[in-house]
């Protein structure tokens, strides 16, 4: 694997370049071209606040609802449109991978480095919505990118596997949006830890080693000042740490073997 990525990063600049291209196709066709960036994401944050806070009547200790949740629907978002565009990205660009001898793998982390611009946007605006409404900044935001490195690994992991199997199986995007629309769910983006009060310790153990909630965790431990005063008891370092950070490379390390079992068979399907 690490021979992969040596390979990949004398290659960067041409990654880099195919992710700033395909982040700015997507907006140039449109009326308010990049700021679709930062809209889209609030009209979605906007019916689930709406959905979760004034129907249901969801609240957060401390913060507005509205700002809770978006610590962790930008990131969420940010993974999700990564792996939905990376896994149609090498039959998208199939012309390109016919006609320059690069490592194909460049093709789906493009996708996945597009997207994080779209996340630079959104946490933008959110800094901007921590001051103005008096939440204020954390100390805590020197370890954002560390967290955001965490998540770009997990979501390449990602991107590798569902880009490489797309090829022969051209129902993997489907298959991987209803994967992850239970993810989700299954994620405390629009919903508190909190609610894990209630129910026996076991309960949280067990959906704590969901890597995701740990990402979520680590975005709103950095976002948010004060945060940690509210996380369950049970919610350690080890859940909100070490299970991501395995996760990482147990994800990164299964989509660089599933592409390059792949890989040779690319040619009989593009």
């Given amino acids: 694997m690490f021979g992969y990525i040596k390979d990949i990063i004398r290659h960067r600049e041409l990654l880099l370049r195919l992710a700033f291209l395909d982040f700015k196709l997507k907006y140039r066709n449109p009326f308010?071209?990049?700021?679709?960036a930062a809209i889209m994401p609030l009209i979605n944050i906007t019916?689930?606040?709406?959905?979760?806070?004034?129907?249901?009547?969801?609240?957060?200790?401390?913060?507005?609802?509205?700002?809770y949740m978006m610590t962790a629907m930008f990131p969420w978002m940010y993974f999700q449109g990564s792996v939905l565009s990376a896994s149609t990205s090498l039959i998208d660009k199939s012309s390109l991978i016919k006609r320059v001898n690069v490592p194909r793998e460049i093709i789906p982390l493009a996708s996945v480095f597009s997207n994080l611009l779209n996340l630079l946007i959104n946490l933008t605006l959110l800094f901007i919505l921590l001051m103005v409404s008096g939440v204020?900044?954390?100390?805590?935001?020197?370890?954002?990118?560390?967290?955001?490195l965490m998540q770009t690994i997990m979501a390449a992991g990602f991107a590798l596997f569902a880009s490489a199997l797309n090829v022969r199986h051209r129902d993997t995007r489907y298959i991987m949006e209803t994967v992850l629309i239970s993810l989700f769910f299954l994620t405390p983006a629009v919903y508190s830890l909190e609610l894990f009060a209630r129910f026996p310790p076991a309960y949280l153990k067990i959906y704590l080693l969901n890597p995701f909630v740990g990402i979520v965790t680590l975005y709103r431990l950095c976002l948010l000042e004060g945060f940690s005063d509210i996380?369950?008891?049970?919610?350690?370092?080890?859940?909100?740490?070490?299970?991501?950070?395995?996760?990482?490379?147990i994800f990164l390390s299964l989509g660089f073997w599933v592409f390059h079992r792949e890989k040779s068979q690319f040619s009989d399907f593009i």
């Fill in 136 to 148: 204020g900044l954390s100390v805590n935001l020197v370890f954002l990118p560390l967290v955001i």
């Fill in 231 to 249: 996380l369950p008891p049970d919610a350690g370092i080890f859940n909100t740490f070490i299970v991501p950070l395995l996760a990482c490379f």
């Fill in 32 to 36: 308010l071209g990049v700021l679709w």
């Fill in 47 to 67: 019916v689930y606040w709406w959905l979760f806070s004034v129907m249901m009547k969801m609240e957060v200790k401390d913060y507005p609802f509205f700002i």
